[in-house]
């Protein structure tokens, strides 16, 4: 179909096909065609901006990201990528800012609590990094990993009661997720049993 001219229709299928076939390389080479074709496309200029980041290209990526933000219905999730990749430059206020902006709008977003967490842990900011992290514990009351960080927090703060009472909810957590787990294999199993495929 590329070759009969039709690349809007069928590029982006192609680099979202070759990446999920783990072929990076050739996944890039069809978006940057698609972006050269129709540069209004926002979906394919996001996964190039993944994409090089997967790629260690931080700075094309930061770049990828900085134009996205400036668009209303990508901010919140370039926004979120964009902070951690300036986290990981160090580059604290920005990444917090680029947070902090997204949070005023969308107070529930979940991956923008967590990264600002993660941030103001980061730099010890101990208390300050508790309201992100208790709120997601209000909004995901069945994540034990915010438990985790939860009885971190509280241990640096030297609440030790709150501290043990996450680490207890966290080994729970942990505990009834690894039970599904092993059933949800060992459903697939006798599936593929009963339907007489190898497993």
């Given at each position: ?68 933000v ?54 010890e ?6 309201e ?5 514990g ?27 009472r ?12 690894e039970?599904?787990?092993?059933l ?16």
């Amino acid at each position: 179909l590329t070759a009969e001219g039709q690349f809007a229709e069928v590029l982006g299928r192609l680099g979202d096909a070759r990446l999920m076939n783990g072929d990076r390389t050739g996944a890039k080479l069809a978006y940057l065609e698609l972006v050269e074709e129709r540069p209004d496309s926002s979906r394919v200029r996001y996964q190039l901006a993944r994409l090089c980041a997967a790629e260690g290209e931080i700075e094309e990526a930061v770049a990828a990201y900085r134009r996205l933000v400036e668009e209303p219905d990508w901010e919140a999730r370039a926004g979120v990528d964009l902070a951690q990749l300036l986290i990981g430059r160090e580059e604290w206020d920005e990444a917090e800012g680029l947070l902090a902006e997204i949070l005023a709008e969308t107070p529930e977003a979940q991956a923008a609590l967590w990264t600002l967490g993660a941030l103001l842990f980061r730099q010890e900011r101990y208390v300050e990094a508790l309201e992100p992290f208790e709120r997601l514990g209000e909004l995901t009351p069945n994540d034990y990993t915010v438990d985790a960080m939860l009885s971190k927090l509280y241990g640096r703060l030297g609440r030790e009661q709150e501290a043990h009472r996450a680490f207890a909810r966290y080994q729970e957590g942990k505990a009834q997720a690894e039970i599904r787990q092993r059933l949800e294999v060992e459903k697939r199993a006798l599936l593929g049993e009963i339907l007489g495929e190898s497993p």
